[in-house]
Nanobody
């Protein structure tokens, strides 16, 4: 069983930055893709970014140039660096793991709230 634990959410002003972390369990980490999704109130969950085991990345158009996904295989951790945050980035952010590499969705974390004030 893969377990994912997110941290790093919070409240930030527009234009600010936050970094989310997701710690994964087990041998899965080095072979599977990892990703971040978000869900705002009244909206469907959407992919934010994904990173393959080989560090290939995929981003939603709305976050390109502002967010960066990375992974540290030695620490079994994936990160989402979020810069130039906007109020529309407000959502619950979920860590995900699995396949396919560009939209992993087999395993999920519990979510962490990100709120961007205007």
């Amino acid at each position: 069983q893969v377990q994912l634990v997110e941290s790093g959410g919070g409240l930030v002003q527009a234009g600010g930055s936050l970094r989310l972390s997701c710690a994964a369990s087990g041998r899965f980490f080095n072979s599977g893709a990892m990703g971040w999704y978000r869900q705002a109130p009244g909206k469907q969950r959407e992919l934010v970014a994904a990173i393959s085991s080989g560090h290939r990345t995929n981003y939603a158009n709305s976050v390109k140039g502002r967010f960066t996904v990375s992974r540290d295989n030695a620490k079994n951790t994936v990160y989402l660096q979020m810069n130039s945050l906007k109020p529309e980035d407000t959502a619950v952010y979920y860590c995900a793991a699995g396949w396919p590499w560009d939209r992993p969705d087999d395993y999920w974390g519990q979510g962490t709230q990100v709120t961007v004030s205007s």
